[in-house]
């Protein structure tokens, strides 16, 4: 065999085995999203990418390093509201355009995220992803919250009802079981973030 043909069949073998990895990925990525992640097996895995369990295996060895994977690809294709979008902003613009930014995002995700938290518990290779997941929604509430003019428990109120404002149980509770419609939802925890830091 000449080194070019070698070289070309090599590197169609590394193509095809790219292909296989992002076929699994998808295939666990939508099943995280439909039955998730706790009742997703690696046989439903292979099945759904069309692979043998043993070829999940080769590719993924852990459940780490398939969440890793499965993480990363969803969070691409899926983009949480960006921090720095905030920082020109007042901080009532800041805080509207953070609910309204986040309640889309819900709105776009919501088995997914749904999934993810209920199950977190039960799956240990979760822990990470979600951590960092957290870590940076901490990030984004440190950006709403920045430039406002409460000092003292005022502030320390007002950072907890913009957490709260911000959180998916909230946009759910709301949006989903209550039937607001989303700006109707940001208008509410606007309010209730002005009356938090005006209360005694």
């Known amino acids: ?17 790219q292909e296989t ?9 939508a099943l995280h999203g439909t039955v998730g992640p706790a009742r997703t097996t690696i046989s439903a895995v292979a099945e759904k990418a069309g692979v043998q369990r043993a070829t999940v295996y080769r590719h993924f060895p852990d459940d780490e390093s398939l969440f890793a994977a ?9 983009p949480p509201p960006d921090p720095a979008t905030l920082s020109d902003a ?3 613009t800041r805080l509207r355009r953070a609910l309204t930014d ?22 240990e290779a979760m822990a990470k992803p979600v951590a960092s997941r957290l870590a940076y929604f901490d990030a984004f509430l440190d950006a709403v919250v920045a430039g406002r003019p409460e000092r003292g428990n005022a502030r320390r109120r007002v950072r907890a009802a913009i957490a709260h404002a911000l959180s998916f149980p909230t946009w759910r ?28």
């Open 102 to 123: 986040t309640y889309a995002y819900y709105g776009r995700t919501e088995a997914m995220v749904e999934n993810v938290f209920r199950d977190a518990p039960l799956v």
């Open 173 to 200: 509770s709301l949006v989903r079981e209550q039937g607001l419609e989303d700006d109707e939802a940001v208008a509410v925890m606007a309010a209730m973030v002005e009356a938090a830091g005006r209360a005694r």
């Open 90 to 92: 007042d901080p009532a």
């Open 21 to 29: 990895r992002q076929r699994i990925t998808e295939a666990a990525v």
């Open 70 to 78: 499965c993480s990363g690809h969803w969070a691409a294709l899926n």
């Open 1 to 17: 065999m000449s080194n070019e043909r070698r070289k070309y069949t090599k590197r169609r073998r590394a193509e095809s085995e």
